[in-house]
Nanobody, 123 residues
Framework: VQLQASGGGLVQAGGSLKLSCVASGRTFSIYRMGWFRQAPGKEREFVARIAWNTVSTYYTDSVKGRFTISRDNAKNTLYLQMNSLKPEDTALYHC?????????????????WGQGTLVTVSS
């Protein structure tokens, strides 16, 4: 499975961005996809995840009510709609895919990773 993320950019606090992640290759094997982010000098952290064949979603507390994860299976595309952005959301955002059950909020639970797209929120 190959993943290509896009949609990052510079936005003012309170603004919105929508990230996309296109999956290719053995997409039929995808069980779950997620978004992680890594700010400068910090560890990679879980943001949100979605099951590939159900409506199950889960978010980290800091983005609940502001971010929405979704997918379009026909386009093999994962999305992250980010609203009410804050400077602390500034990070490199990575999409990831899992092909089996695992720790769905841990990076170790995902076998495939995109290259990341940078989100910068100015105050």
């Amino acid at each position: 499975v190959q993943l290509q993320a896009s949609g990052g950019g510079l936005v003012q606090a309170g603004g919105s961005l929508k990230l996309s992640c296109v999956a290719s290759g053995r997409t039929f094997s995808i069980y779950r996809m997620g978004w992680f982010r890594q700010a400068p000098g910090k560890e990679r952290e879980f943001v949100a995840r979605i099951a590939w064949n159900t409506v199950s979603t889960y978010y980290t507390d800091s983005v609940k009510g502001r971010f929405t994860i979704s997918r379009d299976n026909a386009k093999n595309t994962l999305y992250l709609q980010m609203n009410s952005l804050k400077p602390e959301d500034t990070a490199l955002y990575h999409c990831a895919a899992a092909t089996s059950l695992g720790l769905n909020t841990k990076a170790s639970g995902y076998a495939y990773w995109g290259q990341g797209t940078l989100v910068t929120v100015s105050s």
